[in-house]
């Protein structure tokens, strides 16, 4: 059994420490719509980029700024609070995979309060810096659950194992 745990604390690293390269978008591609595709100041409107991502939703300045819906090209589809170009506020990210994340974002990362559920119905629940685990979280898999302190998308102290 000790064995067993010892093992998955490292399984635990990988899922957690893992980044989500789809939701890291490069500020420089999200700022740049096509030409022809933008709209007035602070209205709605539809944005189209280079990479093959598109965008419906608020659109001031020529980006997206307000609440809106980005898809990605790879299929994996942001809602939620923009500004200035970026994923900012509050979202919900579902991936291509069927993964998803739903919570806080800042300048396209997960950081703050969230919940990632993987496509095999893992899940993590805590606080998010820069795309990994990082204050009080609890994970939830298919055989155990632990909750403890996580920094840099491991877990930090001895936490509290349950074996279902």
Same mark, same amino acid.
């Given at each position: 059994?000790?064995?067993?745990?010892?093992?998955?604390?490292?399984?635990?690293?990988?899922?957690?420490?893992?980044?989500?390269? /789809?939701?890291?978008?490069? +500020? =420089?591609?999200?700022?740049?719509?096509?030409?022809?595709?933008?709209?007035?100041?602070? $209205?709605? !409107?539809?944005? $189209?980029?280079?990479?093959?991502?598109? #965008?419906?939703?608020?659109? /001031?300045?020529? /980006?997206?700024?307000?609440?809106?819906? &980005?898809?990605? $090209? =790879?299929?994996?589809?942001?809602?939620?609070?923009?500004?200035?170009?970026?994923?900012?506020?509050?979202?919900? &990210?579902?991936?291509?995979?069927?993964?998803?994340?739903? !919570?806080?974002?800042?300048?396209? &990362?997960?950081?703050?309060? !969230?919940?990632?559920?993987?496509?095999?119905? =893992?899940? #993590?629940?805590?606080?998010?810096?820069?795309?990994? +685990?990082?204050?009080? !979280?609890?994970?939830?898999?298919?055989?155990?659950?632990?909750?403890?302190?996580?920094?840099?998308?491991?877990?930090?102290?001895?936490?509290?194992?349950?074996?279902?």
């Amino acid at each position: 059994m000790k064995k067993y745990l010892a093992m998955s604390a490292g399984v635990l690293a990988l899922f957690v420490a893992g980044g989500c390269g /789809k939701c890291e978008r490069s +500020a =420089d591609t999200a700022t740049q719509p096509q030409a022809g595709t933008q709209t007035p100041a602070g $209205a709605d !409107g539809t944005l $189209a980029f280079s990479d093959g991502a598109k #965008y419906q939703g608020t659109v /001031k300045d020529g /980006k997206m700024d307000g609440t809106g819906t &980005l898809t990605l $090209a =790879d299929g994996s589809k942001y809602s939620g609070d923009v500004k200035n170009g970026v994923m900012e506020g509050k979202g919900t &990210l579902v991936f291509a995979d069927g993964g998803k994340y739903v !919570g806080e974002f800042r300048n396209n &990362l997960r950081t703050g309060k !969230g919940v990632q559920t993987w496509a095999n119905g =893992d899940t #993590y629940d805590g606080e998010f810096v820069n795309n990994k +685990a990082e204050g009080t !979280g609890a994970l939830a898999m298919k055989v155990f659950s632990i909750v403890g302190e996580f920094r840099n998308g491991r877990l930090h102290a001895a936490g509290k194992f349950l074996i279902r």
